[in-house]
């Protein structure tokens, strides 16, 4: 079974931490995507990474970054945490991107920041 | 303009009976496809059903079909006979050739309630 692993599944923390949110995918996918989900918005991409070292905004990439160092790990950072950034995070793994190839997701990290 | 659009927040359904999920897309890609997830409670997303733009027939899996009408671009999840296990947020996504063609976008997600 393909295996999308988020370190945390809560994690609370202060306005102006540095934190990062740490994903690992087993399966060797080529793309890996952060996403983020609100009530009433659905899920919205803030990153994805297609390769080791590269990257591409989303839709809302606005007070974060990634890292992508290994094929297997996508990291999403909030460089100085804000109190609008407490959400649901969701990070999905693809193989090479066929037109009905399907996203596998973790299981989230609700992250609230007070 | 919205990409993805489900409008219905909250169904309810009693059990054993069918219930349809609404979605509607817009696109300009001749190309794109469609998925439906489900949400339980516990937080991961399950992988339902998919459509593509040029199949012919109706997407379906086990329970799940797929009512696919394309000049209407809506992409409506059909869930039969009801369970209580089916109580979850659904959500419907697209894929377009256009640009990077990896994401999925998603719509706003439908909470499905299940009642005895």
């Known amino acids: 079974d393909v295996k999308v692993t988020q370190s945390s599944r809560y994690l609370v923390k202060r306005t102006g931490e540095k934190v990062f949110l740490e994903c690992v995918q087993d399966?060797?996918?080529?793309?890996m995507f952060w996403y983020r989900q609100d009530p009433g918005l659905g899920l919205r991409l803030i990153y994805f990474?297609?390769?080791?070292?590269?990257?591409e905004k989303g839709d809302i990439p606005e007070g974060y970054s990634v890292s992508r160092e290994k094929k297997e790990r996508f990291s999403l950072i909030l460089e100085s945490a804000s109190t609008n950034q407490t959400s649901m995070y969701l990070c999905?793994?693809?193989?090479?991107?066929?037109?009905?190839?399907?996203?596998?997701f973790g299981s989230g990290t609700q992250l609230s920041v007070l | 303009a919205q990409k993805i659009t489900q409008t219905q927040p909250g169904m309810f359904v009693q059990e054993k009976e069918a219930v349809t999920l609404d979605c509607t897309y817009d696109?300009?890609?001749?190309?794109?496809?469609l998925f439906w997830y489900k949400q339980p409670s516990s937080g991961e997303m399950i992988f339902l059903i998919y459509?593509?733009?040029?199949?012919?027939q109706n997407a379906t899996e086990g329970r799940y079909s797929l009512n696919f009408q394309k000049a209407r671009k809506s992409a409506n999840l059909v869930i039969s006979a009801s369970q209580l296990g089916d109580s979850a947020m659904y959500f419907c996504?697209?894929?377009?050739?256009?640009?990077?063609?990896?994401?999925?976008?998603f719509g706003s997600g439908t909470q499905l309630t299940v009642l005895p």
């Open positions: 999905a793994s693809s193989s090479h991107g066929a037109l009905e190839e399907k996203l596998f």
């Open positions: 996504a697209m894929r377009e050739v256009s640009g990077s063609a990896r994401q999925l976008t």
């Open positions: 399966m060797d996918h080529e793309n």
């Open positions: 990474s297609y390769d080791v070292k590269m990257k």
């Open positions: 696109t300009s890609d001749p190309s794109y496809g």
């Open positions: 459509q593509g733009s040029y199949d012919q």
